[in-house]
């Protein structure tokens, strides 16, 4: 799995490398038990320089209407019945949540443990800009705070199977930096 995890990683970088018009030689992927890595070689040190500019909304824009022209609360509500579709009964449902509960690495790994020894799946949610909705927070048995900052989706995700990772590392019996 890993030895293909590092190929995919491969056709990652190097697809964006040719999409970018940015030329290199060669690049190998190398596949560890935890590690991924990937050498890219005959990289110039300076390749022309490109300008790209996105414009986005103004500062201080009014927030517009979402897709399809729905207010926050109906594009809230209409995500959280699919979110709620999509779950089976017996899910445990945590709702990634900045008023929720924080953990420590340690403090995850025993909630986790207790988690599995129920034997019940787990499935996470994270809201939407404007957040989840409440009839998703009411059927969610936990709630989970990463950082009472607010964080991107894509960082969201990154850090949530990170913690996981690191939780599931801690019971299978793998060392602890911080021991």
């Known amino acids: 799995m890993q030895a293909r995890a590092a190929e995919d990683l491969k056709a990652i970088v190097t697809g964006r490398l040719v999409d970018a018009g940015l030329v290199y030689e060669g690049a190998r992927a190398f596949a560890t038990p935890r590690r991924l890595a990937l050498t890219v070689q005959g990289l110039p040190v300076r390749q022309p320089d490109r300008r ?4 986005g909304p ?3 824009a009014p927030a517009g209407p979402r897709a399809g022209g729905a207010s926050a609360a109906k594009a809230i509500a209409r ?4 979110l709620l579709a999509a779950l089976r009964r017996d899910d445990y449902l945590v709702a990634l949540d900045e008023r929720g509960t924080e953990f420590s ?3 995850l790994a025993a909630w986790l443990k207790t988690r599995m020894q129920e034997g019940q799946d787990l499935a996470f949610v994270i809201g939407g800009p404007d957040g989840l909705a409440p009839e998703v927070l009411a059927r969610a048995r936990a709630r989970w705070s990463l950082s009472r900052l607010t964080l991107p989706h894509a960082l969201v995700r990154v850090v949530l199977v990170e913690q ?5 590392s801690l019971l299978a019996g793998h060392p602890y930096h911080r021991d």
């Open 52 to 55: 790209e500019e996105k414009k």
């Open 58 to 60: 103004r500062v201080g």
């Open 79 to 82: 995500e959280g019945e699919r």
């Open 105 to 107: 690495t340690r403090e």
């Open 164 to 168: 996981l990772y690191r939780a599931h």
